[in-house]
């Protein structure tokens, strides 16, 4: 499926609407070139499962932020992971089958340990269409 936005405003409210469809258990994995959005579709998700924290930002030199709301919401960013080897070390595997949602940004550099059921999303821009402009694909991998 693809569904575009032409705002920051309408990426939020992709990312909401699919946060509030949510369960515990389930693993999204966004893809997409830096500066693209997916800390934006992160915050519109985190509020849809009901996070009530003002900032939602990227967990690039934490790799992992948790927030409490309707379900625990672990959000990953592995942009600086170097190995799987370093994925071992934060525990990953209690978050993945744990009793939250799991959201991963940069889910591509670490592929080969997301399970199969994870839902992959990517988020690409396109200029000639626009500043704000965001194709965002679901999909399996």
Known sequence: MIIESFSTQQTEKIGFDLGQKAKEGDIYCLSGDLGVGKTVFTRGFAKGIGVEEEYITSPTFTIIN?????????????YRIGSIEEMDDTGYEDYFFGDG?????WAELVEEIIPPEAVWITIEKDLEKGFDYRKITFGGK
């Open 66 to 78: 948790e927030y409490d709301g309707r379900l625990k919401l672990y959000h990953f960013d592995v």
């Open 101 to 105: 949602v799991c959201l991963i940004e």
